[in-house]
């Protein structure tokens, strides 16, 4: 018989949601209520007959309640086992009563960080006592039921009344399961927050991810992979995993991949004019910044309007409704937009398939932070590609200087081309994207595709020229022969940015001078594989 009958129950938790149910569902089965300070007063003002845990410690609280629940009263009644004779005759011996079920939930140390709090009340918030309650309960599920999550309360309770005040072995399994990850996922936000917050070490010697499920996903970026979502249990900057999704089926693995890259760099532009960044496969097809959002829109998708059937759109303003109406004219996946009004909704309603999130403000580009990437047998971390570059970090190389409006268009392709994955070449002009070169195993390819695709847009557009034609170019890290150059100027770009940094930078910066170019060094690489 793997059913425990529950005469005994301790509770002590921060969240009191759903604790006056569950106490009365507890009384009705004729089981004593043991509780601590808030628990209990909070208990008694139901009207429930609670049962202090000084009167089964025979110990006060004390040291302003650290010490209260730390006791063999309390752990033995949780530990010990109940068909070992030595186990039950050690107890009968020192008066230690069974604790059938306990329902605790921690101080709320995430919260206390999130809302700011001093160094010393953050650590006041650091919960002893329940985590060890936790545990102990846990490791002894065969006989205890443990309850973290006020979202089992009602299981818990149906149970009960199903099997006469009883716990199933199955349940109580469950539980444990939930109890260890809770307190796995408490101490690991307290030990990210001694690394990063209180020690600012940039890689501490153990690190710690607390994450929650979020959500399981339909498959991951193919049908025979299983995925989910997951999420961070402590303070987290908002991001695509945290947007609301107002419309539209569930999103997959690839979606929110792909929402995520246009959200990111569309969040380049979070203080710019009106942008509009189309991606397909967490690549940009098509990045434009105009005077109003549907003419940003109409911009970047002419870049690409092939790759941009079925892609993902992110955009920087709140979404109106000519501008979804423009969007709805081909099959999009996801739009993601800080908002949306009422007449964008409607339009986005009529197409049911269609994921339309609301991400808030958007992330700061510059915020700091970790990336994590499995390898065979490890993880690779590094720090956030949060580098930016300004004009005053320019440096002209060349016998030419470039204008104004090609410094501002050298800029925007190399705002994009951060985002593009490596070997990246992006042409500009004008605030758009004009071709897009993306993940080539050498930087001559990437430029000859971004220059045929600006071919293909104005073939389709039937423009008199590509967009290339007296475009800036900009390649992610520096041009190691000056062919790749060439080719760009073979497209009809007059400008360059680069990262400069390659023993053959005099070539290069010759072939420039020679073809009229000017160009610019940043400095700074932004590889993404």
């Known amino acids: 018989m793997t059913d425990v009958k529950i005469t005994r129950a301790l509770l002590s938790v921060s969240d009191k949601t759903g604790l006056a149910d569950l ?34 410690t025979g110990f006060p609280e004390m040291m302003d309640g650290r010490v209260k629940t730390l006791h063999p009263k309390v752990h033995g009644g949780l530990l010990a086992v109940r068909d070992d004779a030595a186990h039950m005759a050690a107890a009968a011996e020192h008066a230690i009563g069974m604790i059938d079920l306990v329902i605790v ?7 206390t960080v999130a809302k700011g709090a001093d160094r010393d ?17 846990a490791k002894n599920h065969a006989f205890v039921a443990i309850v973290t999550d006020p979202a ?8 009960m009344d199903e099997k006469a005040g009883a716990t199933t072995l ?12 809770a307190t796995a996922a408490y101490d690991a936000t307290i030990s990210s927050w001694f690394a990063f917050a209180d020690q600012q070490e940039s890689f501490p010697t153990a690190l710690s991810v607390p994450l929650k499920k979020g959500a399981e996903l339909r498959y991951g970026e193919n049908p025979h992979q299983s995925a989910a979502l997951y999420l961070p249990t402590g303070p987290s900057a908002r991001g695509i995993a945290q947007a609301e999704q107002v419309q539209g089926k569930e999103l997959s693995y690839n979606n929110y991949n792909d929402a995520d890259a246009a959200l990111e760099l569309v969040s380049e532009f979070r203080d710019g004019p009106p942008t509009v960044v189309i991606v397909k496969h967490a690549n940009p097809c098509g990045v434009a910044s105009a005077d ?7 911009a970047a998708l002419a870049c690409d309007s092939v790759s941009a059937f079925g892609g993902i759109i992110a955009v920087n303003r709140p979404l109106d409704g000519p501008t979804a109406e423009a969007i709805s004219g081909i099959f999009t996946e996801v739009v993601a937009a800080p908002a949306a009004d009422e007449a964008a909704r409607a339009v986005f309603a009529k197409k049911k398939n269609l994921r339309l999130l609301i991400t808030g403000d958007l992330p700061d580009p510059a915020r700091p932070g970790l990336m994590m990437k499995s390898i065979a047998g490890g993880m690779l971390v590094q720090s956030r590609d949060n580098g930016r570059v300004t004009r005053d970090m320019l440096k002209v190389v060349t016998q030419r200087q470039p204008t104004p409006q090609e410094l501002e268009d050298c800029l925007f392709a190399w705002t994009v081309a951060k985002h593009v994955k490596s070997n990246a070449i992006v042409y500009a002009k004008g605030g758009s994207t004009a071709g897009v070169g993306a993940g080539q195993m050498n930087r001559l390819e990437s430029a000859r595709i971004a220059a045929w695709k600006a071919k293909d847009a104005a073939d389709k557009a039937g423009w008199a020229e590509p967009r290339t034609i007296g475009s ?21 770009a007059t400008a360059v940015i680069q990262p400069g940094g390659s023993i053959r930078d005099a070539e290069v910066i010759a072939a420039a001078d020679e073809a009229g170019l000017a160009m610019v060094f940043t400095g700074m690489r932004h590889f993404r594989h």
């Open 170 to 181: 199955g349940l109580r399994r469950r539980l444990a399961a939930t109890a260890f990850a």
């Open 105 to 111: 939930n921690l101080y709320p140390f995430a919260q």
């Open 152 to 159: 089992d309360y009602g299981a818990l309770i149906a149970e």
């Open 472 to 492: 800036a170019v900009a390649s992610d890290a520096f041009f190691p022969f000056a062919d790749g150059l060439l080719a760009a100027v073979e497209a009809g």
């Open 121 to 137: 009340e953050v650590i006041e918030n650091i919960d002893i006592g329940g985590p060890s309650m936790v545990r102990s309960a």
């Open 23 to 56: 106490g009365r569902a507890l009384a009705r089965h004729g089981v004593e209520l043991v509780s601590t300070g808030g628990t209990a007063k909070a208990l008694r003002d139901e009207g429930l007959e609670v049962r202090d845990i000084s009167d089964l």
């Open 292 to 298: 109003t959002l549907i003419q940003a829109y109409e």
